[in-house]
């Protein structure tokens, strides 16, 4: 006599019962794209995407999973875990071949290794840049440390370096080599579940989700990864809710073993009111800089530049554009396109003299003022540090060099108010305009900070 067919619906009970048993982040890794068969009321077969999750299960679940399947089929003695690759399995139920489906169902959460979203949709978050590979970043002195351990997360994810934070100056390459980590990988192992994302997406995502009560899905989306890429986690700076939030997202990927990478302005210990806890676990692993450029590296990076735009620059030209221009690499680069754009629009070839008239023509401009460069010139006048600057007090003595700050900001750079409150201490745009509404208003009577401001200005050359 055939074996009589189980109950309609078991499989999904008995993963019911094994997600109660279980953590959500137990379940999801382990269970989430594992399916049930159910042969015959005698058998059951745990299907799961390879061998590293049979013996897995085997070695930690089998007690658990056999006291879950006797609540549901008593009668169930035999108990088997089998590789079945997700893209080998079948459609929807279990009739055809025996097998259920590895898509979302009762019994499944979002399964682990397929329809998981590797690349986020530009509306929601970034991209990744095309140009930002390993290929494609010129190594010096600078960026030596910062690369080989890139490279070593590539080759040992979670393990080698974690966290990997890496810091330093604006458009010195942070967001290209760590892009290029996530490319590295996904060219690896497509399915590797990569989420790479700035810091503000974060925490935007994570407001979303506090206004629409769905923490669910928002941890869902951030604990079930391979690896995490936060760009520019400075500003975590003033968020205190979110700091919380990542350190929870931090140590559920950590304790998985899931590699976590993290760009920043400065290291962990000078970003301002971030938690002593999160500033410890960003050392865990390691903390490299990617310094300024030297000549050599700016030269080869402006000759790789036009190479990419089709044109050979000779090797003066080059020569002269990496003595001219050595604040950062961004700027580097739009310096080339600058020449090239223009090369082309005259149809003139790009030598020497073209560069020098190019540049020329730019440097008849204002000159062009840095963010960092108004901290240093104020911090120097007021006899403040840059970290008192950025962090929250809140006595005169700081809070007025800070705004004279975003004062001078506002009148000799084109950044937003934003962009200026993120530079002291991640300080929303309405702080910003309130400082530099204050500053404009104080001018006007107080004789000596007048004086104290012009002569920031000269320390400028503004
Ligand atoms: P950051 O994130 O530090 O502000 P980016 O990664 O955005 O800087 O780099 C700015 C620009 O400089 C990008 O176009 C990037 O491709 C380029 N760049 C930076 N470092 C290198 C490098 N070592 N080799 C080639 N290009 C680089
Ligand atoms: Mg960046």
């Avoid at 056999?66 to 003695?77: E, M, N």
């Avoid at 030596?144 to 010195?172: C, D, E, T, W």
């Avoid at 590295?184 to 974060?202: G, H, I, P």
Wanted: net charge neutral; proline share 6%; charged share 25%.
């Amino acid at each position: 006599m055939a074996p009589a067919a189980p109950p309609a619906g078991a499989p999904e009970l008995i993963l019911g019962e094994l997600r109660k048993e279980l953590t959500e982040h137990q379940f999801g890794c382990w269970f989430g794209a594992a399916t049930l068969d159910t042969p015959h009321s005698g058998r059951i077969r745990l299907n799961v995407p390879n061998n590293f999750y049979r013996e897995w299960i085997q070695t930690k679940y089998l007690t658990l999973l056999r006291s879950c399947v006797a609540r549901i089929l008593p009668g169930a003695t035999e108990i088997e875990v089998a590789v079945q690759p997700p893209a080998a399995a079948q459609g929807p139920g279990t009739p055809t071949n025996g097998r259920s489906t590895p898509t979302r169902g009762p019994g499944t959460i979002a399964p682990a290794s397929n329809g998981f979203e590797r690349r986020l949709g530009p509306s929601r978050d970034l991209e990744l840049n095309e140009r930002y590979t390993f290929d494609n970043f010129v190594l010096g002195p600078s960026n030596r440390i910062p690369h080989a351990a890139a490279l070593g997360v590539v080759q040992h994810p979670g393990k080698a370096y974690n966290p990997l934070f890496i810091h330093g100056s604006v458009g010195l390459g942070k967001t290209h080599l760590i892009q290029a980590i996530c490319h590295a990988l996904l060219e690896r192992r497509c399915d590797t579940k990569v989420l790479y994302l700035n810091c503000e997406s974060f925490t935007n995502d994570f407001i979303h989700a506090l206004e629409h009560t769905d923490l669910e899905r928002f941890r869902n989306r951030y604990r079930y990864l391979d690896i995490l890429v936060v760009d520019d986690i400075h500003f975590l700076a003033n968020k205190d809710r979110t700091q919380e939030e990542f350190f929870h997202t931090f140590n559920t990927l950590y304790n998985a073993g899931k590699q976590i990478v993290l760009s920043s302005d400065s290291p962990p210990g000078e970003i301002p009111t971030l938690e002593s806890r999160l500033v410890s676990r960003f050392r865990w692993g390691m903390v490299a800089e990617i310094e300024k450029p030297v000549y050599e590296t700016r030269f080869s990076i402006a000759r790789r530049k036009a190479r990419t735009m089709g044109v050979d620059m000779p090797e003066d030209a080059a020569r002269f554009i990496a003595e001219t221009v050595d604040s950062n690499i961004r700027e580097l680069e739009g310096s080339v396109v600058k020449v090239v754009g223009s090369a082309l629009i005259m149809e003139r070839p790009v030598t020497l003299a073209l560069v020098k008239d190019v540049l020329r023509n730019a440097d008849n401009a204002p000159p062009r003022i840095t963010m960092e460069e108004i901290i240093n010139a104020t911090t120097r006048q007021y006899q403040v540090k840059v970290s008192e600057l950025q962090s929250k007090k809140r006595t005169q003595s700081i809070t007025l060099p800070r705004q004279v700050c975003m004062f001078l900001a506002r009148q000799l750079t084109g950044l937003s108010l934003e962009e200026i409150g993120g530079y002291l201490g991640g300080r929303d745009h309405t702080t910003v305009m309130y400082a530099v509404e204050r500053i404009l208003e104080l001018e006007q009577r107080d004789q000596r900070l007048r004086t104290t401001i012009a002569s920031i200005r000269d320390r400028l050359g503004a």
